[in-house]
């Protein structure tokens, strides 16, 4: 997305403990040339203050998790990556363009939060998430919110 479009800045937004996982993803090798515009703001957020962060987004994308709710709560679009539960019923609540990602396996949805079939890491429907796909729905949003 970097790439596609100069003017996109990239906000990591976690806990304090994703610190550091956001830092080797923001000097990681295929961020060079764009880390200037990849900030680390994970344990910058509290809870209460994620709705009014998100708000001043173009583009939420991440799994399906409390985040991606605030996300859908506060207005901004949305690329929901839904792991094994029921994008359905878990999927983001929103008026906004959201595009969701679904792999539906044999065993999906399941109510685990590990998977039984992994020994306990991710699952298939997770795994199977490929990163061309969030990069075609990322822009296919991006693209329809900047004509309405």
Not at 44 to 66: K, M, Q, R
Not at 88 to 100: H, M, S
Request: aromatic share 10%; charged share 20%; proline share 7%.
């Amino acid at each position: 997305l970097l790439e596609w479009d100069p003017s996109l800045t990239v906000c990591l937004l976690g806990s304090k403990d994703d610190s550091g996982s956001a830092e080797l993803i923001r000097n990681g090798f295929y961020m060079d040339g764009y880390s200037d515009r990849v900030a680390n703001h994970c344990g910058v957020h509290t809870l209460d203050e994620l709705s009014s962060a998100l708000s001043d987004g173009d583009l939420y994308i991440g799994f399906d998790s409390g985040p991606m709710h605030i996300a859908a709560a506060s207005g901004i679009p949305i690329v929901a990556l839904m792991g094994p539960q029921s994008p359905q019923l878990f999927g983001p609540w929103t008026d906004r363009p959201a595009r969701i990602i679904y792999k539906s396996y044999y065993c999906s949805p399941c109510w685990q939060f590990s998977c039984l079939h992994s020994d306990g890491g991710p699952g298939a429907c997770v795994l199977a998430i490929k990163p061309q796909e969030v990069f075609d729905e990322a822009k296919s949003v991006l693209e329809d919110d900047s004509i309405s």
